[in-house]
């Protein structure tokens, strides 16, 4: 009886000393405030002076300078949409990451973990407002990501992460942008007027669901591109979004081929000259990706599209189409497109893809209907 009265005081001084540590560690954990100095360069001194677990709370107010680079793990910066980091003259808005190139073709380890991003305007970027780059858990929300050249948010060789309730658009590629990634939810994001609204590329794991996309060239974008450490795009669902209108004209100008060379063409340089304006949901040779339950209605070339990829990455297997309210879409198809409608499936219909339980008018089924969904 001794010894287990012993054991127990030991045990709760244990517990008391554990509980004391994480009062302490808690207590370290700061919020810095920014003021409204109109220079990026204050924001950068908050963060590099922050400890893992801090805060940075950015106040209201328009911010220019350099780029804004996080390296430490931990951190999370917070701020209304009226704090704007103007990246004019900046490839970057703001960088997430010790790197930010591939190392020999590959990914490099994961170096930052567990950052987050709540709230603010991140504009006019050269190429890209966030980018996070070798980041494994992240969040990214409540922002608005607006009018940087080519992507708003892109998080790549990052795992574990979540890109939700932002806005953004007026770039000339993906307004978000889930490239060699793992394990990302992209939900209830309102985009418009960009190239693309979400495009998944070379990534595995991803959840679409509940954004709402208009007046993109692309609404939500699947695809599989050479030149990268992974070669395939696996398992995406893409559910209970709203994708209406998608129909701002393609930029890039089409590829000269064939017989009728079309007008304003160029030789191919960029996979984005194949891409027709007018598209809801495509998947260009993606594996495995549900798409189920999304209202897809007045975009001008197809809702739904399922195509073989032209990259030499072979066909979309196992795509699920089921559940979709699919109208009023291809009625003023582009001129690059293969074919129009509702719904569009130009791949082999026996490569384990399913598509039934639709509410749709038109469909363009060149090699086959694909069977109904078990």
């Known amino acids: 009886m ?15 000393c554990s509980a004391c540590w994480l009062l302490a560690a808690t207590a370290e954990a700061k919020t810095t405030k920014v003021a409204p100095t109109g220079s990026t360069q204050a924001i950068q001194n908050a963060i590099n002076a922050a400890s893992p677990g801090d805060t940075i709370a950015v106040a209201p107010g328009t911010y220019s300078g350099p780029t804004i680079s996080v390296t430490t793990s931990d951190l999370t910066i917070t701020g209304s ?16 990451g010790t790197k930010l190139k591939f190392e020999e073709s590959l990914c490099p380890a994961y170096e930052v973990s567990n950052f987050k991003i709540r709230g603010l305007t991140v504009r006019n970027a050269q190429n890209t407002g966030i980018f996070l780059f070798g980041v494994d858990g992240f969040e990214v929300s409540g922002g608005s990501y607006l009018n940087n050249d080519e992507y708003g948010i892109f998080p790549r060789c990052s795992r574990d992460g979540l890109i939700s309730q932002n806005s953004g658009g007026g770039g ?45 060239t692309t609404g939500i974008f699947v695809i599989v591109l050479p030149n990268l450490p992974k070669a395939s795009t696996e398992t995406a669902l893409i559910e209970g979004n709203v994708v209406h209108k998608n129909n701002r004209p ?62 030499g990455f072979g066909s979309s297997n196992g795509t699920v189409v089921s559940g979709n309210v699919i109208n009023q879409n291809g009625k003023s198809p582009d001129p690059r497109t293969q074919g129009s409608g509702d719904i569009v499936y130009l791949d082999d219909p026996g490569n384990g893809s399913c598509v039934s339980g639709n509410v749709f008018k038109t469909s363009f089924f060149p090699f086959g209907a694909p069977p109904a969904c078990s």
Do not use: M, W
């Open 172 to 216: 000339n590629d993906a307004t978000i942008y889930v490239g060699v990634d793992k394990n990302v939810t992209v939900e209830k994001n309102n985009l418009s007027n960009g190239e693309l609204g979400i495009e998944l590329e070379s990534t595995d794991n991803t959840i679409v669901r509940g954004n709402k996309l208009t007046e993109n």
């Open 81 to 96: 949409k009226a704090a704007i980091i103007d990246a004019t003259g900046n490839t970057y808005g703001i960088t997430v």
């Open 250 to 311: 393609n930029p890039f100008p089409p590829v000269c081929e064939g017989p009728e060379t079309p007008p304003g063409c160029e030789e191919f340089s960029d996979d984005l000259q194949l891409l027709p304006a007018g598209v809801g949901i495509l998947n260009v040779g993606g594996h495995n990706v549900t798409v189920r339950n999304n209202v897809v209605t007045n975009n001008n070339t197809v809702g739904v599209g399922v195509v073989n990829n032209p990259f």
């Open 2 to 16: 001794v010894l287990r009265g012993s054991a127990i005081r030991l045990l709760v001084a244990a517990l008391a």
